[in-house]
């Protein structure tokens, strides 16, 4: 699998370049979210803010309300947590193009609970004019761009960086309101979002060899969530469905999931793979995924009780995964 | 030009401040219950900003207000703010930011006594159904951000200005701003950051009335000395007397120097009013009690 590194340091400059409306704001952590490049490349365009997250949110409405594009990087704990009120009254109410771009994930830091980002899904997608997506891969990193830039609202990205697979072909970009159907069948359907797509991935190549006929889908738009296509797959399913993130359980794919499936009326069984309503600590992304449950083998055990059946699969038996080591170039600091 | 009729304006901007101290005494006796004190001592700020120290135009929007026809949003692409009463946008013209918007009161009094607004407009004042909003919000006359959650005005206020300066605009931002804000962080990284990328095409009129939903600022949480806390952060600070047009009418003349201009003005939350006096501590909205009480007022105002 081809992996990338610094996939947004290098696509946003190139992105960005016939675009002057298009402005970055930084709130010290610049490198860390991959706009130094842009800040050296176009500095008139750059604007750094400083460790004010809040008058940063509320400025970028002023700086929408007059026609600019503005793009606020941060991690992603620092945008929702730091500054919701001022997204809400400065940017989502007026339905502002203000573009969010949360990095640090859920597991994607060992910078511990203050870094990590559990319940932004939750929060974010319950405010109105708020439309939610989540990268899972190089290429949505790359397509993400696009995708943000002609919604006409406000927009929150959760966003990677660092080394990145590319799991999609780079000529299916990301497109609003569409998921990807990675492969078929109709024992079960897994529903993954974000990194856990590649975790699901690795899962289900072995799972496959030993007969299990799984829909996988994978999900970037979050809201909205208009996809019909899920609930007649699951509503074929033989076993029920499985959806799995890099997230709280509360309020992300799951739950978006579950309400679906109830307004719909689907009796089938839902099994959410996500974080269990717990604080995370800091650790490597690997030890936090076996942790608290949301890796490859979380996933074969949660299949292997739901069709009552053991297929004794270690890690051994999948395929290995490109995590970025903790000290990389590809990353400024270990964070 | 002879003397009297340059200063023919000072009494014009004295007298609108007491139609709209009037105004907004009659609302709150008809109502029983208003923000008065904040009309005694914001009325000359408003009414010098209105006809002297703002570059506007006459207002641009219906003299009754239209009836809320829904938030913003994809589904509703023709939500108009109410900045049309503040005269029409353009580059040379300046625009207006209410920050703390528990003061629109007094803003749609002061559109009334301009003739920016007709009267009917001001009895749709908390009415369900109507733009002329308790507490302003954006679609709400005179207003054009949502800035009711106080410390945000400032901040949006500062990436408009960011924006017209990048755009060449002539025209510059006011933000109306209230003492008690300067107790929110926000605030402060707000004036960091125009004191940083040099948004000297703002003026902040500040309405250091000294009072606050608790009672009184110093006692609720200090924040003096306000001018000296400012300068350190960066900003040019005028101190004066908020009910001296003159005085509140000469910073926004000033020629720009780099520094966001803020203009501290003090003034008496009971001005015009002594009555309201016997309310303090607490004069941030006003209910009157006792029906001796409200014939008081209903004097006072028939005396003005």
Redesign the interface.
Known sequence: MEVLSKVHYHNLVKWAQDKPDVLVLSADLSGSTEIDLFRDTYPERFLSMGIAEQNMLSFAGGLAREGYCPMVHTFAVFIYRRAYDQIAVSVAYPHLPVKMFGFLPGIMTPGGATHQAIEDISIMRSLPNMTVLECGDATEVESVLDVVYKVPGPVYVRMLRGEIPRLFDSFEPMTLGKVRTLSQGDDLVVLSSGICTEEAMRALRVLRKQGLAVKHIHVSTLKPFDHPEIIESIAQARWGVISMENHSIIGGLGTIVAEQMAGAGLGKKLVRIGIKDTFLHGASRKYLAREYGIDALALIEEIENLVGERFGLGEADLDQIHITPVHSSAKVEAL | MTSRQRDEWVSQVYQAAGGIRRRVLEHTILNNGGYLSQACSAAEIIATLYLKAMNIGPAAAEPVPPLFSG????GNPD?ASGAGYNGPQGPEWDRLVLSPSQYALVLYAALVELGRMAPEGLAQFNRDGSTVEMIGA?HSPGME?????L??GI??????????K??GDQGRVFVFMSDGEFQS??VW??I??MA??QLDNTIIYVDVNGQQCDGVVSQVMNIEPLDKRLKAFGARVIRIDGHDVKALARPASLKPDGRPLVVLADTDPCRGMELLAARRPKLHYTRFEREAEREAFRSLLDSL
Do not use: D
């Open positions: 938030v913003p949003g994809p939500y954006e951000l949502m800035t009711g959650s410390g945000q901040s949006q206020a500062a990436g408009l200005a960011m924006a017209r990048r755009h962080g926000q990284e707000a960091q950051a940083f990328y």
